[in-house]
């Protein structure tokens, strides 16, 4: 739909049509597969995003979509071992949520399929 | 209370929350439509430890940030479908302004809702829960007030399914309580706290169910739909103990009264009493909310309930002072558990005696609305819509949904009088038409080329259309005024289209019914576009005076107002004359009995009553607003009343287009475009000039003067007497109220005569150029704000 739209902005006459810079966007052999798996974004607050994988730079901001946050409560470390979420009660839908790279801990893809222990 | 009504009610809710989720989500998280399937709080699909299945989990932050660290400053790697527009919309993570869950918990965890609480800090804490309640009633976020109580997060926290569940934690188990201190945290505040939460649901739902109804209603006009604006109904996922029945949670609060009353003894009187009026207000507030609305139409009607509520907060307020406050009861942290998307909001700080006045205000507002129950006809309910909503400061919004599902049930008037007969009757009463055109009689004829067949087919489709109209008037009321004012506009139009409608099926019926002009001028009596001229005009006489109300005018655009005010009211007024012309002449049909006939002469002496009274009216409206016409159209020329700033983006011809937009587009009567419209309203900054000389203006300010002295004097009079009235038709259920608004009016009225006098005197000194003048609305009636001419010293 955007090239449609661009080219018949650029057949119409002058003047010059604004055009977006479109070579922001990159293809990354191991990030773009990543878009929309949903992925687990531990923080330094001890906090877990999960969400669909939108959008990442080079400080590692990324952007999640439709957002559940749970808490791992009482000193219990997110960092450390493998965390159960079904463990830690009430999560909170958050819609999109954008998480600064700085205070990302720990990421981790959610994978298709069962869980085998 | 009623189980099976409940259970519709439940149905009703979940559609509309549904519907209104999908609405409300689009605007607030740029995600789109779908983004929320995964509901509010609750357990993510395929992370429910209960059915075993567990996604598999993979880490990979090294190989993640290692790749990122190999794209380029102000590159992405992006979902082609997700824009940058959208990631604004984003909630930033550890931004303290817009991360609730970052807010600090020690508040949170630190107190102990458990502990034991003195009486005077119980008192302390239900009067801080009833402040919260009210500032939810007027337009709050229940995340702001009620919630921030740690004792109502508690309470609802794990979504207690039955009574005995919801509890503040241990001894409610089946333990017994046997203590004053035990019983006053686990059952006094305890019942308090479920019968506080069955009220904001049941206000909740009631308003919700209001706006389905009128989605319902709207479905056939092209009006726009609005939701009740005015207060938040969002719940963000917190279930309000919609499982428990109402009639538990009333019997919960008896039984505490009771046992309140048992341990009479051990407590200070004085504390009892305060106690006890708080347990009893709320088991009162309880039922009356908690009543159907279709069951007041059984004659359940839940009076008593109000006025002990009414008795119960007067003790409320008195015993206040014994109270103690416990502000760490309260605290916004308790946001960061909500399903919200919006950033932390502070708590509503509502002063407990602002609330108890608003809440008396409120149970005031209730039991009166529970006068429409003495429906008495269409004209009355409409007159009585019109001065309810016009109190200040308005209704809340329960009040109004209240209101409306009161007069508004099952599509019908009070649930059982079809919108139908009631413009019917309102169409008897104002015009009187011939007897032929509603002839009931008419609906047996099945032969299509037969005259009754058609007169019926064009008056059922005439009254259809009608009634749908005359229903969205009532919507509108219930609207707040500004919404009010928008929606007026816009149904104006449709009253519009449907007059040049009427017409055709008047000049039908005309031809159908063998009409008999007029002899004079050979005119038809037009009914049914009579009636919707009639009420187009005083819509579009509401639409200029509420922009007064709502103080949407500048001053200087006062007497251009005031001049298309008093120019509608001149069209209803010669209106309402034609119409009581072809009343006047109405002879009785042939072959009625002698009661029918005497039946029929009182009809006839009632319209033309009830005529009368419209014109008198509309010729007092015409005349005040003639006289601030000219009053204010001379302290603008005089430079009295500040003028415009000049610029070139505005000039008097754009402005007037802008102010004249809704009035334009109605075809009769018709505006004058800005060339032709009165030069001396319309053109503030250069009208003076024109003058050929200062003497010139000067006698043209006197003569001004001299018309708004007369005109006022003249409306004076029409106003001692329309206050005088006693008993007019459609002065029944809103007696009282139109009583004090023609009151109000008459207020103006002298304080125009006042400023007319001040003028004129100072023009005689020659001190104009000392005077000062000041608009008071607040004293007089809204829609005539009053100047206030002093002389500076």
Redesign the interface.
């Known amino acids: 739909m955007t090239t449609t739209l661009q080219s018949s902005l650029q057949t119409s006459a002058q003047p010059e049509p604004y055009r977006p810079r479109k070579d922001?966007?990159?293809?990354?052999p191991?990030?773009?597969p990543?878009?929309?798996k949903?992925?687990?974004i531990t923080?330094r607050?001890n906090?877990i995003?999960?969400g669909s994988?939108?959008?990442?730079?080079?400080?590692?901001n990324i952007?999640l979509?439709?957002t559940?946050?749970y808490?791992v409560e009482g000193g219990q470390s997110a960092t450390g071992k493998?965390v159960?979420?079904?463990?830690l009660g009430?999560?909170?839908?958050?819609?999109?949520?954008?998480?600064?790279?700085g205070?990302?801990?720990?990421?981790?893809?959610?994978?298709?399929?069962?869980?085998?222990e | 209370m009623n189980d099976t009504t409940n259970g519709l009610y439940n149905l009703l809710l979940w559609l509309w929350s549904t519907w209104s989720n999908l609405l409300r989500l689009g605007s607030q998280n740029g995600t789109g439509l779908f983004s929320n399937w995964g509901g509010g709080g609750g357990v993510r699909r395929g992370s429910n430890g209960g059915n075993g299945v567990q996604p598999k989990v993979k880490d990979i932050t090294e190989r993640f940030l290692e790749a990122a660290r190999e794209l380029k400053t102000g590159e992405l790697v992006q979902d082609p479908n997700f824009t940058l527009l959208e990631a604004v919309g984003a909630l930033e993570i550890m931004d303290p302004k817009m991360d609730s869950g970052l807010m600090e918990q020690d508040a949170f965890e630190n107190y102990d809702v458990l502990a034991p609480r003195l009486p005077e800090e119980i008192i302390g804490i239900l009067d801080q829960l009833l402040s919260h309640e009210v500032a939810w009633h007027t337009g709050s976020a229940l995340s702001q007030t009620l919630f921030t109580s740690l004792y109502l997060d508690r309470l609802l926290s794990p979504a207690p399914s039955s009574l005995a569940e919801a509890g503040f934690g241990k001894l409610m188990h089946g333990q017994q309580i046997r203590t004053f201190e035990e019983g006053l945290l686990h059952k006094i505040l305890r019942s308090y706290c479920i019968g506080l939460v069955k009220c904001v649901h049941h206000v909740n739902l009631q308003i919700q169910l209001e706006n389905l109804r009128t989605m319902k209603d709207a479905q056939h006009s092209s009006h726009c739909i609005y939701e009740e604006e005015d207060i938040v109904l969002q719940t963000y996922n917190v279930a309000l103990l919609e499982r428990i029945p109402s009639s538990e949670a009333l019997s919960l609060l008896t039984e505490t009264i009771e046992w309140l009353k048992h341990i009479k003894t051990e407590i200070e009187p004085q504390i009892y009493e305060a106690l006890f009026a708080r347990l009893k207000f709320r088991r009162n507030f309880l039922a009356a909310l908690a009543t159907p609305l279709d069951n007041y139409a059984d004659d359940k009607v839940p009076t008593a309930a109000w006025t002990d509520a009414q008795d119960a907060l007067q003790v409320i307020k008195e015993t206040h002072k014994l109270g103690k406050e416990v502000p760490e009861a309260c605290t916004i942290v308790v946001q960061r558990k909500l399903a919200s998307t919006v950033p932390p909001r502070p708590m509503v700080e509502y002063a407990f005696e602002e609330a108890v006045a608003t809440l008396e205000r409120m149970l005031k507002r209730n039991l009166e609305a529970l006068k429409v129950l003495e429906y008495r006809g269409g004209a009355d309910l409409y007159n009585y819509f019109i001065h309810f909503m016009a109190q200040n400061p308005q209704p809340l919004p329960y009040t109004r949904s209240l209101l409306r599902g009161l007069a508004f049930n099952k599509g019908q008037f009070l649930g059982k009088v079809p919108v139908k007969d009631v413009v019917l009757s309102d169409i008897n009463e104002l015009i009187f038409p011939r007897e032929i055109v509603f002839d009931p009689k008419h609906k047996e004829v099945e032969m299509p080329a037969h005259p009754s067949f058609k007169i019926n087919q064009v008056t059922e489709w005439y009254l259809l259309r009608a009634s749908s109209l005359y229903c969205q008037l009532f919507t509108d009321q219930a609207m707040n005024r500004s919404r009010f004012r928008r929606n007026l506009c816009h149904s104006i139009i449709e009253w519009d289209n449907f007059q040049v409608e009427a017409e055709e099926c008047d000049a039908n019926l005309a031809d159908l019914t063998n009409e008999t002009p007029l002899s004079k001028d050979q005119s038809y009596s037009y009914v049914l576009s009579s009636w919707v001229y009639l009420y187009k005009l005083r819509l579009l006489e509401w639409v200029v005076f509420l922009g007064f109300e709502l103080e949407i005018y500048q001053p200087y655009e006062y007497s251009g107002m005031f001049w298309l005010a008093q120019f509608y009211a001149r069209a209803r007024l010669s209106h309402l004359v034609r119409i009581s012309e072809f009343s006047k002449v109405r002879t009785p049909p042939s072959g009625l009995s002698r009661e029918e006939a005497q039946d029929w002469q009182k009809r006839k002496l009632l319209n033309i009553a009830l005529l009368n009274y419209h014109m008198l009216d509309a010729r007092a409206i015409e005349a005040l607003s003639s006289a601030s016409m000219s009053l204010y159209s001379v302290l603008t020329h005089l430079r009295l009343i500040p003028l415009p700033y000049a610029n070139s983006y505005a000039s008097d011809e754009l402005r007037y287009e802008l102010r004249m937009k809704p009035f334009q587009q109605v075809v009769s009567p018709q505006i004058e475009p800005f060339p032709r419209a009165p030069e001396e309203c319309f053109r503030p900054g250069t009208f003076r000039d024109e003058f050929a000389c200062e003497e010139d203006f000067t006698e043209w300010v006197e003569q001004k003067l001299e018309e708004a002295k007369v005109a006022v004097s003249y409306c004076r009079l029409d106003y001692n007497e329309l206050c005088k009235m006693e008993g007019m038709v459609g002065m029944g259920l809103a007696g009282d109220e139109i009583k004090a608004n023609y009151k109000l009016l008459l207020r103006s009225c002298v304080g125009m005569s006042l400023a007319v006098m001040a003028l004129q005197m100072a023009m005689k000194k020659g001190e104009v150029a000392k005077c000062e003048v000041r608009i008071d609305a607040e004293k007089y009636h809204p829609f005539f704000p009053v100047p206030v001419v002093s002389t500076k010293k």
Do not use: N, Q
């Open positions: 922001y966007r990159k293809t990354h191991f990030l773009t990543l878009l929309l949903t992925i687990r923080t607050d906090r995003f999960v994988f939108k959008c990442t730079d080079r400080d590692c952007i979509g439709p559940h946050e808490r493998k159960d979420l079904s463990s009430r999560s909170r839908f958050l819609g999109l949520v954008c998480v600064p790279g205070e990302v801990v720990k990421i981790e893809l959610e994978e298709e399929g069962e869980h085998t």
